[in-house]
Structures are given as C-alpha cells and as structure tokens.
C-alpha cells in the first residue's frame, strides 16, 4: 500500500472522531512513529510504500485510534518540557500547561534544594525539575502504584527522584525529607460537572483518578496541599500548584496567612497556577 493512500483513507476513517486537519495530523504522527518517516514523505515521494513488515503494526494502531485511545498511548511517549515521557492508561498524558509550572518552579531552584512534587503521575514535574537543576533532591508521591511504577521507570538516571507511595489527601505528622524548599502539584481539579465538555479520549483512557473531583468539594487536594506546605515548606519556601480556571480566587484563598500569595495567568490569559511562598 502507498503511504499517501493509507494516510488518506486513515484520516478519513479518522474524521468521525476529529476536525480533519486534526485527524490528518494524528495519522502522520504515527508514521512518523512506527515509519521512521517525515511528515511530508508522502508528499516528495509519491510511490513511496508502507513496507509490509510495517502494515499490521500499523493498522493495530490506527484501529486503536479508531476505538478512541489518546495517540500518547497509542505510541507510549509524550514528549514534556523536551523529553520523550513514557505513558500509558496509568497516568494522565502531560499538557503544555504544566510545563508552564514547572518554568514557574525552576525560578531561584538551585543545587542542594529540597524539592516535593504531590500527585506525580507519570514524574514528568519531579524528573523535570532533576534532569533541569542537577543537585537538587526531589521526592514525589502519588497514591497510584501503577502511576509510580511507570514514573521510577522514565530514565535510568540513578540520581532521579524519590518516589514514594501515599495519599496527599493523608497529611502525615512527619515525611522524609521535610522541610522541603519547593512544594509542586498538579493535582486532580476537574468537577464531576465539567465532563460533558470533555472530549471522549479523555473520559474513556485517561485516569478519573487523576482528573475528577466532586462538585460537592472540588477543592478537596489544594486544602491538603496548604497543609502539606504549612508543615513541611521550610522558611523562605515556596508552593506552586496548577489549578481550575474558574476556581483561582477560592484555591488561594487557602493559603491565607502565607508570605505571598499569586494566582498567575497561563499563555492563554486563563487562572491556572497559585504560587506561595513561606
């Protein structure tokens, strides 16, 4: 089968799912992936011939996409602040939001800083800020052993993150490490009521876990968090913490008492970090 014509009838097949410039674009990106090829391959070389060693891997995958699973998981990787970050149903797939925080976290990180990421995922903030700052200790935690098993697992570098398993929402008396220089989190912020704007890959793969709070307590992990920073932030300390758009005033409102306290606006102009220091 030529390339262009399995890139055309895929992104046709595609387009009961997706806009299809979007469809098109997940296509090549799995050429890319599973072909080695370029984007444009087809186009400078029109006879150019998925190899037959290639074509069942291929359709396995496209039939993936057909059922709806996130490309990210499709190909296991999402690339995060420059780095390919592995991925599966286990963790939630990275945004370009949160590289935003973690530029916001690496102000004033230095070597020998103490650094706690709650809620890690994937590990993509806590191994970020490692392979960014070398010298610096991070610990993270998630409550998901199959989130910590696919973060220990990202690089084989030995000085990487200390993952622990536990819930953040269990504030414990005392914690390995403390006192901390830098508390981060990307926590679950997502109402219950807020799904039915929600595209259908993210609702049928991606963990509820990691998404979805209820109505009734949306800020339920940010109460915690403050907790977490009150006991175990040192002086001087700060918290970054990713949030809800529509909830910026609320979640800073829980770290009253703090030195300073910041809701900070992303690329788009939208609420979506609170930042504190001690």
Same mark, same amino acid.
């Given at each position: 089968?030529?390339?262009?014509?399995?890139?055309? =009838?895929?992104?046709?097949?595609?387009?009961?799912?997706?806009?299809?410039?979007?469809?098109?674009? &997940?296509?090549?990106? @799995?050429?890319?992936?599973?072909?080695?090829?370029?984007?444009?391959?087809?186009?400078?070389?029109?006879? @150019?011939?998925?190899?037959?060693?290639? &074509?069942?891997?291929?359709? %396995?995958?496209?039939?993936? $996409?057909?059922?709806?699973?996130? $490309?990210?998981?499709?190909?296991?990787?999402?690339?995060?602040?420059?780095?390919?970050?592995? +991925?599966?149903?286990? *963790?939630?797939?990275?945004?370009?939001? #949160?590289?935003?925080?973690?530029?916001?976290?690496?102000?004033?990180?230095?070597?020998?800083?103490?650094?706690?990421?709650?809620? #890690?995922?994937?590990?993509?903030?806590?191994?970020? @800020?490692?392979?960014?700052?070398?010298?610096?200790?991070?610990? !993270?935690?998630?409550?998901? =052993?199959?989130?910590?098993?696919?973060?220990?697992?990202?690089?084989? =570098?030995?000085?990487?993150?200390?993952?622990?398993?536990?819930? +953040?929402?269990?504030?414990?008396?005392?914690?390995?490490?403390?006192?901390?220089?830098?508390?981060?989190?990307?926590?679950?912020?997502?109402?219950?009521?807020?799904? !039915?704007?929600?595209?259908?890959?993210? @609702?049928?793969?991606?963990? /509820?876990? %990691?998404?979805? +709070?209820?109505?009734?307590?949306?800020?339920?992990?940010?109460? %915690?968090?403050? &907790?977490?920073?009150?006991?175990? $932030?040192?002086?001087?300390?700060?918290?970054?913490? /990713?949030?809800? /758009?529509?909830?910026?005033?609320?979640?800073?409102?829980?770290?009253?008492?703090?030195?300073? +306290?910041?809701?900070?606006?992303?690329?788009?102009?939208?609420?979506?970090? *609170?930042?504190?220091?001690?």
């Amino acid at each position: 089968m030529l390339l262009s014509q399995f890139i055309r =009838e895929s992104t046709a097949a595609l387009e009961a799912l997706y806009p299809p410039r979007e469809a098109k674009g &997940l296509v090549v990106r @799995l050429d890319e992936h599973i072909l080695g090829v370029s984007s444009y391959a087809h186009i400078v070389e029109p006879g @150019l011939e998925v190899p037959a060693d290639k &074509l069942s891997a291929l359709s %396995a995958a496209l039939g993936r $996409l057909l059922a709806g699973e996130p $490309l990210q998981y499709v190909l296991g990787e999402q690339e995060f602040c420059g780095r390919p970050f592995k +991925v599966n149903p286990s *963790v939630l797939i990275p945004r370009p939001e #949160t590289e935003q925080l973690v530029q916001e976290a690496e102000q004033g990180l230095r070597s020998g800083m103490r650094v706690l990421d709650l809620c #890690t995922g994937s590990g993509c903030i806590a191994w970020t @800020l490692a392979l960014d700052v070398p010298g610096c200790s991070v610990t !993270a935690v998630d409550i998901s =052993e199959g989130a910590l098993k696919v973060a220990r697992g990202q690089f084989p =570098e030995p000085a990487g993150p200390l993952f622990i398993q536990a819930d +953040v929402l269990d504030v414990p008396e005392a914690f390995p490490g403390a006192p901390f220089d830098l508390i981060v989190s990307n926590p679950p912020y997502i109402r219950e009521s807020e799904k !039915a704007r929600m595209h259908r890959n993210v @609702l049928e793969h991606e963990p /509820e876990l %990691a998404l979805f +709070v209820p109505d009734s307590n949306p800020l339920l992990f940010y109460r %915690a968090i403050s &907790l977490w920073a009150r006991r175990f $932030l040192s002086p001087g300390g700060r918290c970054i913490v /990713e949030i809800n /758009e529509e909830l910026g005033e609320e979640t800073a409102a829980l770290f009253a008492g703090f030195g300073r +306290v910041r809701v900070i606006r992303d690329l788009f102009s939208r609420e979506r970090f *609170v930042a504190v220091e001690k």
